[in-house]
């Protein structure tokens, strides 16, 4: 076992559960030496080749936890022999044969994936929402059908890269752009990962693609599951007219869901197409819609202060989600930097006309700078708090937005984008008051 994460933990409980002796791995072992013990596994240092030689000669397979890139030197030395290299999806599809649902892409999987899932419970059937979430798949496996008859995998392009065994009933690629290059070296091996979603798939499976998919055709395998189609006014569900339609059925108004920009009934239609498939009636799919306000981190409106709306998108970690989700707001502050995953953040051109100015932050504040240089009013920031307080400063009319949309990872301040952006809603949050107490 390589990783003793979140994930990696979760396969350790199920390999022991099934009665496998396991042994983990982790470059970190004076780290998590207490969860090793906790788990009653034996512990190695990844760092060590001669321990990690003698533990992977002794060894039946392993399996890789996402975090673990391509150059570590892990792979190196399983590469020499003829282990079997798993991922945890595949753990899970050897397990359990209850209906799943996958769900990849650059932008929107999570937002999907929890669309998808509260379509099916409207429906009346019990869902895990799983794979790059709160609940790895080798935990949810152990759940019992009882209390979950169907599984919505969110499967990242870490998850995707070494998948062997790991089909799925309905899946579907969202959407493509460049993202975590620093992890695979480059766009094709990226975009070859996210193409695996379709890998096993039968002649009775369906896979869900965007009607405008031509970026993604260069790696589309052939498939053999039914081709399903979204769009913005294409495809097999597709926005017609005021409604949103699933197969010539109107499923809701366009006015009556909460989020209704183009990625949000891109959004909405993909999970629209997934669910229908699997049997949810268009009237439970409607529901769902009706009552999903969106999700945390993700273009999350915080509050208004002295005219000025505050959002929370600290989702975005790439210049396209970013684009996503700033377009169509005018007079707008962008808060955007962080850590870049090796992406081209000159992207960020595209938002001048929608901008007031941006407050540059993190390792790459420089490069977020130089993008707007003489176009905009760009000011550099320290802090989380610093950067918050002087975009209030450019954004002094009493009217507009101030985004935190950084485009970037957020490893140089924080340990995830959910610790950035609940930093981001506390200074908010103390605003609000500072500005009450006047």
Same mark, same amino acid.
């Given at each position: 076992?390589?990783?003793?994460? *979140?994930?990696?933990?979760?396969?350790?409980?199920?390999?022991?559960?099934?009665?496998?002796?396991?042994?983990?791995?982790?470059?970190?072992?004076?780290?998590? %030496?207490?969860?090793?013990?906790?788990?009653?596994?034996?512990?190695?240092?990844?760092?060590?080749?001669?321990?990690?030689? @003698?533990? !992977?000669?002794?060894?039946?397979?392993?399996?890789?936890?996402?975090?673990?890139?391509?150059?570590?030197?892990?792979?190196?030395?399983?590469?020499?022999?003829?282990?079997?290299?798993?991922?945890? /999806?595949?753990?899970?599809?050897?397990?359990?044969?209850?209906?799943?649902?996958?769900?990849?892409?650059?932008?929107?999987?999570?937002?999907?994936?929890?669309?998808?899932?509260? +379509?099916?419970?409207?429906?009346?059937?019990?869902?895990?929402?799983?794979?790059?979430?709160?609940?790895?798949?080798?935990?949810?496996?152990?759940?019992?059908?009882?209390?979950?008859?169907?599984?919505?995998?969110?499967?990242?392009?870490?998850? /995707?890269?070494?998948?062997?065994?790991?089909?799925?009933?309905?899946?579907?690629?969202?959407? /493509?752009?460049?993202?975590?290059?620093?992890?695979?070296?480059?766009?094709?091996?990226?975009?070859?990962?996210?193409?695996?979603?379709?890998?096993?798939? =039968?002649?009775?499976?369906?896979?869900? !693609?965007?009607?405008?998919?031509?970026? +993604?055709?260069?790696?589309?395998?052939?498939?053999?599951?039914? &081709?399903?189609?979204?769009?913005?006014?294409?495809? #097999?569900?597709?926005?017609?007219?005021?409604?949103?339609?699933?197969?010539?059925?109107?499923?809701?108004?366009?006015? #009556?869901?909460?989020?209704?920009?183009?990625?949000?009934?891109? $959004?909405?239609?993909?999970?629209?197409?997934?669910?229908?498939?699997?049997?949810?009636?268009?009237?439970?799919?409607?529901?769902?819609? %009706?009552?999903?306000?969106?999700?945390?981190?993700?273009?999350?409106? /915080?509050?208004?202060?002295?005219?000025?709306?505050?959002?929370?998108?600290?989702?975005?970690?790439?210049?396209?989600?970013?684009?996503?989700?700033?377009?169509?707001? =005018? $007079?707008?502050?962008?808060?955007?930097?962080?850590? $870049?995953?090796? !992406?081209?953040?000159?992207?960020?051109?595209?938002?001048?006309?929608? &901008?007031?100015?941006?407050?540059?932050?993190?390792?790459?504040?420089?490069?977020? %700078?130089? *993008?707007?240089?003489?176009?905009?009013?760009? !000011?550099?920031?320290?802090?989380?708090?610093?950067?918050?307080?002087?975009?209030?400063?450019?954004?002094?009319?009493?009217?507009?937005?101030?985004?935190?949309?950084?485009?970037?990872?957020?490893?140089?301040?924080?340990?995830?984008?959910?610790?950035?952006? #609940?930093?981001? =809603?506390?200074?908010?949050?103390?605003?609000? @008051?500072?500005?009450?107490?006047?």
């Amino acid at each position: 076992m390589g990783g003793l994460g *979140v994930t990696g933990q979760a396969v350790v409980r199920a390999l022991k559960t099934r009665g496998h002796e396991v042994i983990a791995i982790d470059d970190r072992p004076e780290l998590v %030496s207490a969860i090793a013990t906790k788990l009653e596994v034996e512990l190695v240092s990844g760092t060590s080749e001669t321990e990690v030689r @003698k533990v !992977l000669s002794d060894a039946s397979s392993l399996i890789l936890s996402p975090g673990i890139p391509e150059h570590h030197p892990i792979n190196r030395i399983a590469g020499l022999s003829d282990l079997e290299i798993l991922s945890e /999806l595949d753990l899970g599809a050897q397990w359990d044969e209850r209906p799943r649902i996958a769900i990849t892409g650059t932008n929107g999987k999570t937002t999907v994936t929890h669309l998808v899932r509260e +379509m099916l419970c409207q429906s009346g059937l019990s869902a895990i929402a799983t794979g790059n979430s709160e609940v790895p798949f080798a935990d949810a496996v152990q759940i019992s059908p009882e209390d979950c008859e169907m599984f919505v995998v969110e499967a990242s392009s870490f998850d /995707l890269e070494r998948v062997r065994y790991f089909r799925s009933d309905a899946a579907a690629w969202l959407n /493509l752009s460049p993202d975590h290059l620093d992890w695979h070296g480059d766009f094709e091996s990226y975009a070859a990962a996210k193409a695996k979603i379709f890998q096993g798939q =039968r002649a009775s499976d369906f896979a869900v !693609l965007p009607v405008e998919g031509d970026s +993604m055709a260069p790696w589309l395998p052939q498939l053999e599951a039914q &081709l399903v189609t979204f769009g913005l006014s294409e495809g #097999d569900v597709c926005c017609a007219g005021d409604h949103l339609v699933a197969h010539g059925e109107q499923i809701i108004a366009i006015s #009556d869901l909460p989020l209704s920009r183009p990625h949000d009934l891109l $959004n909405a239609a993909a999970a629209s197409a997934l669910a229908k498939l699997m049997g949810v009636s268009g009237q439970a799919i409607g529901e769902a819609l %009706s009552e999903f306000e969106g999700l945390g981190h993700r273009m999350e409106y /915080l509050k208004t202060i002295g005219g000025i709306r505050f959002f929370n998108d600290s989702k975005a970690t790439t210049p396209h989600a970013t684009i996503a989700g700033v377009s169509g707001l =005018r $007079n707008s502050v962008l808060i955007a930097g962080g850590r $870049n995953k090796g !992406l081209d953040l000159t992207l960020l051109e595209t938002l001048v006309p929608m &901008l007031d100015g941006v407050v540059a932050i993190g390792e790459c504040a420089e490069e977020v %700078s130089e *993008v707007f240089k003489g176009a905009l009013e760009v !000011l550099r920031a320290t802090s989380m708090e610093e950067a918050v307080r002087k975009a209030r400063e450019i954004a002094a009319s009493g009217s507009g937005n101030i985004i935190l949309s950084p485009a970037c990872a957020s490893f140089d301040w924080y340990q995830n984008y959910e610790q950035r952006g #609940d930093d981001f =809603r506390r200074i908010v949050g103390q605003m609000v @008051k500072e500005y009450q107490a006047r």
